[in-house]
């Protein structure tokens, strides 16, 4: 059995192609995982053929394609693979293979080496409406996440023909991130992610809100949403159901999110007053404008080309401190748990650890995440933060990737989490 892996760089992933036209998805997934650093080998079925042929598979794997047990019998593939994977990736998985996995089929290399396998699974889910809301297909999901594997909600959209709803593979972006946060995860005692996160309903905000000043300026930070994002698929691969509110994030939704996109603080700030009490924790990732317009301007703010030393004066007001408002109206009750977040430079009011223990005290959160970003950190890949409770004290650190941190944040959130779900 292969050594545990929490990262796409080194691992050996296999991935696995259901008999469905959304297999050609499925080949930038390949490219996003080898360009990862993933050695990864392809296992379709023998029907998936019918939609992208095994040339395919090899050019981009770099690994010869086999659908048989009987293949390769020599090294005994069937058992091999599987032992040797430190991920699994199943996508499109069909209605059939569903089926085939609840049921403990192995009738071809792709199904044995499923039932071998320790790594963790991620299956994708691509069919019509009608086969996805199928009570049989409905129990097989149901079953095979009871078993620890991660089974995604299929995106909705347009379908083959003209037919549109739940049943589409989300895109290869968004499933590589949730590859990302399925090796990086916490694991059971027999090696599949630790769904600690089932039954609970989380709100997490992301991205930069912006604040118009005109109809074409605005004023706005650095912040790509990758940190909230990176937080979402982790969440959602331990067993969350996930809310993410989008402060003008260019990414794509993760599968299975409820996205909320809004643009302002005051529209985040309504967003969330709406949802915080139907969810078991509000993680406040984003990073929300202090100041917007006073009054914003109807029409472009002109310059003066007659005088080049003019320059327009700009009001400015405080938003909404969206942070302590949530903390002050939640009261002493226990839902939900809250997490903030705090991006810190140095300077006259002493270092940045300083001043995030003090907002951490100010604020009241259960939790706040603090990252210095005086060298900078936004639109990087990684990020290294410490966790401070509501007394300023620290009780972990996470350096490394934004998934690996994400996991460290829910690890943390999770001794919070109120005794009883809010929908109980």
Known sequence: MS?????????RVLVGVGGGIAAYKTAHLVR???GAGADVRVLPTASSLQFVGAATWEALSHHRVLTSVFEDVEE????????????VVLAPATADLLARMRGGRADDLLTASLLVTRAPVVVAPAMHTEMWEHPSTIENVRVLRERGVTVLDPAVGRLTGPDSGPGRLPEPEALLESARAAIAAPRDEHGAVLRDLAGRELLITAGGTREDLDPVRFLANHSSGRQGWALAHAALVRGARVRVAAASVDLETPP?????????????????AEHRGQVDALVMAA??????????????????DGDEDSVPSIDLRRTEDILRHSVLDRGGASHPAIVGFAAETGGNGGSALDL??????????????????????FGSSDNAVR???????????????????????????AGHLPDVPWSA
């Open 3 to 11: 050594s545990v892996l929490r990262t796409l760089d080194g691992a």
């Open 32 to 34: 996003g995982l080898v």
């Open 76 to 87: 005994v593939a069937h058992v091999r693979y599987g032992q040797e994977a430190d991920l």
């Open 256 to 272: 299975g999110a409820r996205r909320l996109d809004v643009r302002s603080a005051a529209e985040l700030a309504e967003t969330v």
């Open 287 to 304: 990073a929300v404008a202090d100041f917007t317009a006073a009054d914003r301007s109807p029409e472009k703010i002109k310059k003066d």
């Open 356 to 377: 995030a223990r003090a907002k951490a005290r100010r604020k009241g959160a259960d939790l706040l995440v603090f990252n210095d970003v005086t060298a900078g950190v």
């Open 387 to 413: 966790i401070l409770d509501r007394e300023g004290q620290e009780v972990a650190e996470a350096a490394g990737s934004k998934t690996a941190v994400a996991h460290a944040v829910l690890d943390e959130l």
